[in-house]
């Protein structure tokens, strides 16, 4: 009977499931290849022209702010050129907008640097004029969107509408411009489009109409997984017991495709179990695991009280100079009751230089001092015990990097400060060339980092550190899955469309018949 049981539910939930999982396995291949586009922070500082500030420039981002009458949403502030104007760069809301039953949500706003002036978002003409001085092509048209398929997720939220540019030259260059911010905020070509409608589009169900609404998306493919991991686990089983209890045959079928359809299974059956499991680990489904991202109370732990600042950007940008830096943007980090700025810029490579912004000193350093971050730390969870704190210039196992690119260093950098307490079993990682909280670990997160990045994508250490035989097993799993699931849809179609068979009956004269599924 239970035997029975398991055997209608693999077949019917196979039925159903065949397809997506052979989309899910042949997309997750383009996936791993061409990810889903997006600008890095490499990409946009290589394409910033150089941070030209006048003597008597510029408004510190506080008094720019009040005069432009914004409320900051976060610690989002950055002063760069737009054409040959200086401009601060906020992620904050209008200090007219407040309402009490429907709070604002801070949007990127753009302010002159030399006055306070708010400027109005982008027309059509100055994002292609903005579209141009960032690709050095000659825009073909403009088209204003709140969203499509490369602009769906969330994170662009603050800057909608987009104004999406199309520039000349053979590779389908489009780029995706933030009025408010007045800066390029995506860029897409043909190839990565065209592999994306393969790949990653598929892979994660993401077509815009459905994508558009964050928890309609996250229930649909929650629930089209859950019975993908029954499909798996009841296949497991059917092929355990087949191969270890049929004292008669271990490969009962005679049939070709049965046949296959058996012998795959056996093969990738833990395999399409494990993925489909983690993947829908990825979706953090009844929220098994607590988020990374620090909350806004520690963020207010890590600032401090807010200094006075005793010099301005203009003074910090020729001190970064004064190195050997082309500067070409800065923006603010606070970070136990001290101010500074970062001034990143071109050198040998992407570089920085850090100078102080209050005190009396203009100290200029690569990264804040060790003795900062350590007061920063320990003052991050005042009602706990002192934490463990010490410097890691290699990565551990739940602070890792997948690739190790352009991008790495904004991403993942290294060296970074880990404070652990053991009370809660919360670990934070910060960044001192940033001055920033870079990930936020608790009991949750080795379980993650098991259960979805490991078994997901075979974010296992021996395997990052030979990335040629990662890749191949990733492949290579891949394509028997996608073998095993084209077996699976032949099958299926044969049980919803079965191949009709002639029955002889006595009552009908020869060459008539009855026709039965």
Known sequence: MVKKLVIFVHKWLGVVLALF?????????VLYFVPFPSLTQAERLAALPPLQLPADCCLGAPEAAKRARLRPGGSEARLGMLGDTPVWRMLATAADSASVDTPPRPRWHTVDARTGALLPPLSDTQAATVAEAFSGRRATGTEWVERDQWTVPQGLDVHRPLVKVLLDGDDGLELYVSPGAAEVVRDTRRAERFWNWLGAVPHWIYPTVLRQFPQAWHHVVVWLSVPGVLLAATGVVLGVWQLFLNRQRWIPYRKFWMRWHHILGLVAAVFTLTWMFSGLMSMNPWGVFTSRVVDAQSRTHWAGEAPRT?????????????????????????????????????????????????????????????????????????????????????YDGLYYARHHDASTAFNRPLPVWRAHWAGDDVTVYADAASARIVMRADATTP?????????????????????????????????????????????????LVPRRRRVPAPTVPMGEGAWTA
Not at 21 to 29: A, D, H, P, T, Y
Not at 342 to 353: D, E, K, S
Not at 470 to 488: M, P
């Open 447 to 495: 379980w993650q980092r098991l259960l979805y990045n490991g078994l997901h994508s075979l974010d296992f250490a021996p395997l990052l550190a030979r990335p040629a035989l990662r890749t191949g097993l990733i492949v290579g799993l891949s394509l028997l899955g996608a073998a095993l699931c084209v077996t699976s849809c032949v099958v299926a179609w044969r049980v």
């Open 21 to 29: 999982f052979l989309m899910w396995f042949v997309s997750g291949v």
């Open 310 to 394: 005793t010099r301005g950007p203009a003074e910090a940008v020729a001190l970064a100079a004064a190195e050997g830096l082309v500067p070409l943007e800065l923006d603010t980090l606070r970070i136990a009751g001290q101010a500074w700025y970062r001034v990143r810029g071109q050198g040998q490579g992407a570089v920085q230089r850090l100078v102080r912004a209050d005190g009396p000193v203009a100290a200029v350093a690569h990264a804040v001092p060790d003795a900062t971050v350590l007061a920063a730390l320990q003052g991050l969870r005042p009602e706990a015990p002192p934490p463990a704190i010490e410097r890691l210039t290699q």
